[in-house]
């Protein structure tokens, strides 16, 4: 195990260690003493600390190094902008940012193309420098989406990946454990630090038997969904295995891990077979394949793991299915899905059929789907609705351009759009229909939320195969069976469509396409850091101020927020997501939906300094600008949600010092540490009942030690001065953020000595 093997063809220098994985591997097995599942094997070989790492499924913390990051352009910007301001000369993990997010399908590939360029200019100038400067491989505009370009050049078995998009878990179709953080987390270890994980519990789905017809593998998660629903994976691995997955394409299982997102997984994974050997030569990494046969025991579960929950599928029995409307655990076999539209009332005609995404764009997925449109045009009909195709990579669009298949997608009536993601991220300037009006679309994508792919909380988006997509998108109607029913030919006749038929992998080899890839130069030194000081998108961050070691006084309550206060009601989505690179303009929706306790309003405080009512981020402001310090008291659970550090990143901006809750979200405790913020808890959580918004407090700060509990003396309104104990999770590493004003603060110090 000790031949050097580069990661990927990309980078020099970055060579696949099993040996020390497998090192390591040995120190925890002696400690468990127990079969291990594959996913564990790859989480524990790429711990910080194998010997003294304390691991329990379901309840440690792991702490990790993980082999890879990945980052797409809509999260790449903050964390970038973090990562320069610990002033490291380069990123000490192997990285890469992929331009994927940002472009809107309107009128097809090219064009999309060329007008996402002009908009989004100063931020992708902004990416393609900083890359260049940290040593962070960019792939530009075009390339493809970011998950299908891991696949391709990146992902290996038995690796660790984290990324900063959700459905990062595609790489588990080539055996690597990729798992979906926020930004905070990839700067963490972009700097070099481990990165901390819940030792997760792990699902095991066995597979037998093997699929036919039309039964693809996206089949087999969209049942998984509607047994597991959007939750049933949460804080688990799924793993499958079993004689069923040897069976499936690479490709094929790359699309299941990836929609395991859906069931809320930390990440799906299969085990390492000949299937991934093929596709790992077909992208040209026959040594990677070669090598990881070497490895190939570890790279699988051992004999009489343990799962915490076990599902089997017989894949022989597997009927296609279709998920949604609107969440993609509703799952309905085919056969009966015409009686639950009819049950559901759901739009009956179909309006738009979109094939591709990072979910199914593989060759397999185009092949399969092109036999469908040519059965169709051979009988003289075409696509009733309207119908797309994203490639999900430039290699995928050059290969199939090449193949023919894109030219039967045009020929049967289709739009071929932008390598990104487009109308799967609500990039899609829909026009055939109103906003609010009533309509169906199907696509081959994994998520459907109200309003996600068109902004149209009216529009009912189904999930399936790309197969079922097409063909009914042929019929034009959510009432097609293409197993049993007839459609018909030009002239009438009744006919058949014929099951798919395609290639895994382009017997002629893939065509690499245009060259959309940005490698960092040998010498960094001279590039610099494109962002215009005028930007409303980009702003160079400046490190917080370290605590002056005092106690703080007299602070004021911005807000006290009632019921959930979630990371959307700290910094909301949608609108503002055009600013999450640029810290002042988005904290202008800092709590702007949180509930005023006072008065049940959202975004309506009193300002002390004035005795009138204001927005929540423009009082914050004006108590900055009087150097006047604040906290905020929260309710239960406060920063459930998503991990975007932004909400984190506000407060501390704009000049908070403590949050105080009943209780909060673990990711948003530690990104409000790790921005030199005091995330503190009620030791009595009925104290939140015995302060009122227009109290002042004092915290005793110079009381923050280990394990120790702080005081907040509270000084009412109306009475008598009272004091009450403060819990927190600090350790000794975590209050040198807060003394430092920030980890990254912390990081920069320890380097400078
Ligand atoms: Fe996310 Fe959709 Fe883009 Fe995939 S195609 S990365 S699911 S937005």
Known sequence: LSRKVEMTNWEKGHYINYKGLSENLSIVRKRLNRPLAFAEKILYSHLDDPHGQEIERGSSYLKLRPDRVACQDATAQMAILQFMSAGMPSVATPTTVHCDHLIEAQIGGAKDLARAND????????????????????????????????????????????????????????????????????????????????????????????????????????????????????????????????????????????????????????????RMYDYLKATKRTAIGDFAREYAQELREDEGTQYDELIEINLSELEPHINGPFTPDLATPISKFKEAVKANKWPEELKVGLI????????????????????????????????????????????????????????????????????????????????????????????????????????????????????????????FNPLTDTLKDKDGKEFKLKAPTGDGLPSRGYDPGNDTYQAPPEDRSQVSVAVSPSSDRLQVLEPFSAWDGKDATDLPILIKTQGKTTTDHISMAGPWLKYRGHLDNISNNMLIGAINAENGEANKIKNILTGGYDAVPAVARDYKKNGIPWVVVGDWNYGEGSSREHAALEPRHLGGLAIITRSFARIHETNLKKQGMLPLTFSDPADYDKISPADKVDLLCTELAVGKPMTLRVHPADGKTFDIKLSHTFNEGQIKWFKNGSALNTMAKERAS
Request: glycine fraction near 12%; include cysteine.
């Open 356 to 479: 591709g995404s990072c979910t199914n764009s593989s060759y397999e997925d185009m092949s399969r789907g092109a036999s469908i449109a040519e059965d169709a045009m051979a009988h003289g009909i075409k696509a009733k609705s309207l119908f797309t195709v994203t490639p999900g990579s430039e290699q995928i669009r050059a290969t199939i351009e090449r193949d023919g298949q894109l030219k039967t997608f045009e020929e049967f009536g289709g739009m071929v759009l932008a390598n990104a993601c487009g109308p799967c991220i609500g990039q899609w300037d829909r026009r055939d229909v109103k906003k609010g009006e009533p309509n169906s679309i199907i696509s081959s994508y994994n998520r459907n939320f109200t309003g996600r792919n068109d902004a149209n909380p009216a529009t009912h988006s189904f999930v399936a195969s790309p197969d079922l997509v097409v063909a009914m998108t042929i019929a034009g109607t959510l009432n």
């Open 119 to 274: 908009i989004n200019k100063e931020v992708y100038d902004f990416l393609s420098t900083s890359c260049a400067k940290y040593n962070i491989g960019f792939w530009r505009p075009g390339s493809g989406i970011i998950h299908q370009i891991i696949l391709e050049n990146y992902a290996f078995p038995g690796a660790l990946l984290i990324g900063t998009d959700s459905h990062t878990p595609n790489a588990g179709g080539l055996g690597m454990t990729a798992i979906g953080v926020g930004g905070a987390d990839a700067v963490d270890v972009m700097a070099g630090l481990p990165w901390e994980l819940k030792a997760p519990k792990v699902i095991g789905i066995k597979l037998t038997g093997q699929l036919s017809g039309w039964a693809t593998p996206k089949d087999i998660i969209l049942k998984v969904a509607g047994i597991l629903t959007v939750k049933g994976g949460t804080g688990a691995i799924v793993e499958y295995h079993g004689p069923g997955t040897e069976t499936l394409s690479c490709t094929g299982m790359a699309t299941i891990c990836n929609m395991g997102a859906e069931i809320g997984a930390t990440t799906s994974l299969f085990p390492f077979n000949d």
